[in-house]
């Protein structure tokens, strides 16, 4: 199952090769605090793919790629894309149950040692590989490895889907799709960012949103800096980067830590996950930069709509959406129901998943499970989940405005409304928080009744130093079920 676009563009390797002939001297990526230049990037990608090749990988082959170091990942999947290679981001827990994205793999290349895959299948990275790529001469001539012509409809990556509950969905996504989704994310940036993405990454390239903006960086001949969340600020508040993607439940915890009005005024951030709220679009603008753009996304169809402040999303030129009601019927505009999305950059279906493709892919359109409508025929509404409405005691509960109220309250990092099975196997609210500690649990509780008892009568409260997340940043709603379950039991 794959993707299937219609514009053509000269790989990444070939721009890194270019930009190592035309600015070698320019730094494409600070990692640790030290930069390496074009031209030292491109001797490092080279090498790799010695190094890769010596290892008897050969082109059309799918390789799963474990590394927690975020420079020697890029190098390797930089390297296996100009092999002709087909790679797939994975974490070390996604190598074994339930997940074993392995099966999927003809080779597993992993930092770290790997039960439980076939050795012949296996390859462990050398100890302080990543010295001794960057040790290496460079050779110039070598350069001209990495600019192979690209064959369009060549699978280069496997995508993972990035729920919240049970094993990851898989999609395939070509080289023609891959240009064509940094295409799109270029397309609503500026000319002055174009001309210069200053790129702090935050994430690791198991995030696919972050391997895009690397990509898309390197294609421009900007910067990428390998960034941690902690040293973020510290960064930003002296010049450095002018471009940050952000999920958006890790954009409200970082802007309620930064002080006003000392942020450059050219960052642009880039907004992904779920809405965001008006009072944290208010304090972005404050603290951070009035350049903020939130889009509606998913990885089946890649990027739907950039939304206002007013939640109202502008459609990108390729994409189309219906509303549907409960039988599939189409309902006119302005109508809410189930949106479904097509574009240029949508896949057909999940590998080795007929049933689910079969659910989520109808009639050339994708199922999103988000509930919705549209203002007008170019505009969308995204009003939440479809499984996220909660009926407890058969009262209908919607979950969203009651979070948004619930992290208001001072001393609430973030929060959680779901239902849950109590000990009487009763149907419940359960609402949990994540809280610094700055507010006692008397009060906290309180507070948190106020909110929530305008809705439902009763609901149990689970307080937490931080909620249970996906690599991505969403709160994994069953592991916070399961953190209840066992502190009720306890009791």
């Known amino acids: 199952m794959q993707w299937s676009g219609s514009e053509s563009f000269a790989s990444i390797g ?47 082959q799918v390789v799963g790629v474990e590394a927690t170091d975020r420079h020697l990942h890029l190098l390797i999947l930089l390297a296996a894309e100009a092999l002709g290679l087909t790679t797939m981001s994975v974490t070390a827990s996604e190598l074994g149950p339930p997940a074993a994205l392995d099966r999927l793999c003809d080779r597993i290349l992993a930092s770290h040692p790997v039960s439980g895959v076939p050795s012949e299948r296996r390859l462990t990275m050398p100890e302080r590989w ?11 001539r070598r350069f001209a490895e990495l600019e192979a012509e690209p064959v369009p409809n060549a699978l280069v990556r496997l995508i993972k889907s990035s729920g919240t509950t049970g094993a990851p969905k898989v ?36 995030v696919r949103a972050a391997h895009t903006r690397a990509l898309l960086t390197l294609q421009c001949g900007g ?44 960052l642009y951030l880039d ?45 990108f030129p390729d ?64 009003l939440g989940r479809a499984d996220a409405m909660l009926n407890v005691g058969g009262v209908k509960v919607a979950p969203g405005p009651i979070e948004a109220r619930l992290k208001a309250i001072e001393g609430v990092a973030d929060a959680l409304v779901t239902s849950v099975d109590d000990v009487l196997q009763t149907r419940v609210l359960l609402v949990a928080v994540e809280s610094d ?14 909110v929530v008892r ?3 009568a009763s609901f149990e409260l689970l307080v937490l130093p931080a909620l249970p997340r996906t690599e991505t940043g969403k709160v994994r709603v069953a592991a916070v079920r399961a953190l209840y379950r066992q502190r009720t039991q306890v009791l």
């Open 130 to 140: 990543l010295e001794q790529i960057v040790g290496r001469p460079v050779r110039e």
């Open 454 to 456: 305008a809705q439902v």
């Open 171 to 206: 999609m395939g996504m070509t080289h023609r799709v891959q240009q064509a989704v940094i295409g799109k994310t270029l397309f609503g940036m500026p000319a002055w960012l174009r001309a210069h993405p200053d790129y702090l990454c935050l994430y690791g390239f198991t």
């Open 271 to 315: 907004v992904i996950g779920s809405a965001v709220p008006p009072q944290l679009r208010e304090q972005v603008c404050a603290k951070l930069t009035e350049h903020l753009v939130v889009t509606y996304s998913s990885n089946e169809v890649n990027r739907v709509s950039v939304v206002d402040a007013d939640n109202v999303g502008t459609l």
């Open 14 to 60: 070939q721009c890194l090769a270019h930009h190592a002939r035309r600015q070698p001297s320019f730094v494409a990526l600070v990692h640790r605090s030290v930069p390496f230049s074009y031209r030292a990037l491109a001797a490092q990608v080279v090498a790799v793919m010695d190094d890769l090749a010596v290892a008897g990988l050969r082109p059309g």
């Open 437 to 450: 500690g700055s507010i006692d649990p008397t009060g906290l509780r309180a507070a948190v009744s106020a």
């Open 319 to 382: 994409v189309r959406v219906r509303i549907v009601d409960e039988r599939g019927a189409v309902l006119p505009i302005g109508q809410t129901g189930a949106i479904q999305v097509r574009s240029d950059t949508m896949t057909d279906g999940y590998i080795g998943a007929l049933e689910l493709t079969r659910t989520a892919f109808v009639d050339g359109w994708f199922v999103t499970g988000d509930v919705g409508f549209q203002p007008s025929t170019g505009t969308l509404v995204v």
């Open 223 to 266: 910067t990428i800096h390998l960034t941690a969340a902690d040293a973020l600020w510290a960064q930003i508040s002296r010049g450095t980067g002018n471009y940050a993607l952000f999920v958006s439940g890790d954009l409200e915890r970082f802007v309620r830590s930064v002080p006003f009005g000392q942020a450059p005024p050219s």
